[in-house]
């Protein structure tokens, strides 16, 4: 990456809508055997249930994304990166992405966590994300985007750039100032 710049592809989690898809298709196949041997309002009964499983599975299938592409900064500037490296998503969801330092950009999965799709998850564990991210990014942030207004040694005074949600709208900044922030110097 010249002056530290790369194109990454950003490898979303998406095992889940596979094995769904791969379930789905079996019962599809048990459903369909089943029916062979039956009549009437059973087979009606059946014949709808059918329908709404392949419906779910073209559903899945359509919402399978690709890993997309994107332009990324590494924030030291190391310029001879390669592999699987971790990322930093300001303000904690994908929209600039970042990667990490040079000395410690390889992916941890510990550290770095995982992307996944709406549809990776259960209709409720979406909900739950959803409704909890505004407060984890206010009261629980990740990264900032800040300029350092005032330094006294390795103590400095930052002011914050503006951060909103992006489903709500909402400021998660819980200040705009911070003040006696440490600075940690990088090799």
Not at 59 to 82: F, G, I, K, M
Not at 89 to 118: H, Q
């Amino acid at each position: 990456g010249a002056a530290g710049r790369y194109d990454l592809e950003v490898v979303l989690e998406t095992s889940g809508i596979q094995t769904e898809i791969a379930r789905l298709t079996a019962r599809i196949g048990e459903i369909e055997t089943l029916m062979e041997s039956l009549t009437g309002k059973r087979k009606q009964y059946y014949r709808l249930l059918l329908a709404s499983l392949a419906r779910k599975r073209e559903y899945l299938q359509r919402c399978d994304p690709a890993n997309p592409v994107v332009s990324a900064w590494c924030v030291d500037s190391t310029e001879n990166l390669s592999g699987v490296v971790g990322t930093i998503e300001v303000p904690g969801e994908r929209g600039t992405v970042l990667i990490r330092p040079g000395e410690s950009a390889a992916y941890d999965p510990a550290r770095d966590g995982v992307l996944r799709p709406s549809a990776a998850l259960s209709p409720a564990g979406s909900f739950y994300n959803l409704a909890m991210k505004p407060g984890w990014q206010k009261w629980k942030p990740t990264y900032r985007f800040g300029t350092i207004a005032s330094l006294a040694g390795d103590i400095c005074s930052v002011v914050l750039e503006a951060a909103a949600n992006s489903e709500t709208g909402l400021s998660i900044n819980q200040t705009n100032v911070l003040s006696n922030v440490p600075i940690g110097y990088m090799t």
